[in-house]
């Protein structure tokens, strides 16, 4: 983004520069309805006017962006308070929680099989109850 910056920056200079150098002429400006006229080069006149509409522009474009801006902070409020959240709960899960049990049964271990052919038929376990 830096180098589009710069490429477009020394593009432009020397066409502003070029611009105000041709377009020295004088124009009569007339600030209605009051009563006052100003003699400016056209040059100035015409830079201006980029400058107050580019200003115009980005402002408008803050405005219309303002939701966008409040939603993003929202969510980004909300995903910290969520990962605090989280790490309370583990926290408090880790706190609750005995040293070396997961909370879940072992399992079983596996029975030996019989035969060689026995061991490439898959078995599904075993039933309770079942012989």
Known sequence: MRYIFWFMTLLLTPVFIVFTVANRDPVVIDFWPFEIQQALPFSLV???CLLFGFVVGAFLMWLRFGAARARARQ???RAAVL???LTNLKRSAAAHAA???TGLPSPAP???S???AAD???RLPAAAGSP
């Open 120 to 122: 490439q038929i898959p």
């Open 46 to 48: 015409v830079l201006a």
């Open 75 to 77: 969510a980004q409020q």
């Open 99 to 101: 040293p070396g049990a």
């Open 114 to 116: 019989s035969s060689p």
């Open 110 to 112: 596996a029975a030996p």
């Open 83 to 85: 990962e605090r959240e």
